[in-house]
C-alpha cells in the first residue's frame, strides 16, 4: 500500500450500498476527505422467500456465499420461522468469496468458512482443492438475484449439482439526482466504485449531460474487471485497490490524489 494520505477536503462519492457504507466513509473521512453517500443500489430482501428458505434447509455439502449481503439475508430467512433456526448452516461446510464474507460468517457464530487467502472473487475461490474436487458433490450457491454464473457453471462443469439460493435483491434507488448535481460539482473530486453494477446505476442515474463531467473524476475501484468496465464506459482514471477492502480502496484514494497533486 502507499500508506495514508490527506485529501484536503476534497469530496469522495461513496456509492456502494448503505449498509456496508459506514467503515468506508469514517476512513474517507480520517483520511480529510468530505465522504459523500450515494448508494447506486438498494439490498431487499428477497420476493421469493419461502422457496429460498427451503433451499437453504436443503441437505448439501457445500455451501457458497457470494456477499455479506448473503451471510446477513439467508441468517434472516432462517431466523424468521424459529423452526430449527440457522442450524442447516451450522451443520453445512461453508464457503466465502473474500474475506469480507468470511468475517460476516464468523461473526454470526457459524463455523470458519472456507476462503481464498488472495483474491476476493468467483475465480479465486473456484482455484481452491476443495471446489477443484466436486464430483458428485451437492453444493448450494447463496447470493442475490442474478449475477455472473460462473461459479455454478464451472462446478456443474466438474461434476458437482450445483444450484442458486437468491436470498436478497438489487434495485436501483429513486432519487432526483439532478438535483444534487449543483452541490456535487462544486464538492466532488474522486468516486469509488465497489461492482459493475454500483457503477452501471450510477451512470444511469446520471443526466446524460452529465456524463463527461463524471468520466473526468478519477475513480477508485475494487478490482481489474472493475476497471476494464469502467475505462469501457468512458472514465479516463482509474486506480485498483490494493486489496478486496475498504482500507485498499482508500490505498488507490490516494494514489489517485498523490498523482493529482505531483507538478
Known sequence: MSGPCRLNG?????????????????????????????PTVEILPTL???????????????????????????????????????????????????????????AAGLPSPLVPATGFDSEALLQLPELTAVAGRRVLIVRGDGGRPLLRDTLLQRG??????????RVPPQVDVGALLPDWESTLGYVTATSDEVLANLMGLL????????FGLPL?????????TALGMGFRTVAVASEASD?????????????????
Open 160 to 169: 458437482a449439482e450445483a444450484a442458486f439460493a437468491e436470498v436478497y435483491r
Open 48 to 106: 421469493e422467500a419461502e422457496a429460498a428458505r427451503a433451499q437453504l434447509r436443503q441437505p448439501w455439502d457445500l455451501m457458497v456465499f457470494v456477499s455479506r449481503n448473503a451471510v446477513e439475508h439467508a441468517l434472516a430467512l432462517l431466523g424468521d420461522t424459529g423452526v430449527g433456526g440457522v442450524e442447516p448452516l451450522a451443520r453445512t461446510p461453508l464457503a466465502a468469496v473474500g474475506k469480507a464474507t468470511a468475517a460476516a460468517i464468523r
Open 207 to 214: 443526466p446524460p449531460a452529465a456524463h463527461p463531467w463524471m
Open 220 to 228: 477508485a475501484v475494487l478490482s481489474e474487471r472493475n476497471a476494464q
Open 247 to 263: 482500507p485498499g480502496l482508500c490505498d488507490a484514494l490516494c494514489r489517485l490524489h498523490l498523482a493529482r497533486m505531483r507538478p
Open 10 to 38: 476534497r469530496g469522495v462519492l461513496v456509492t456502494r450500498p448503505a449498509a456496508q457504507a459506514e467503515a468506508l466513509c469514517r476512513l474517507v473521512a480520517e483520511l480529510d476527505g468530505e465522504p459523500i453517500l450515494f
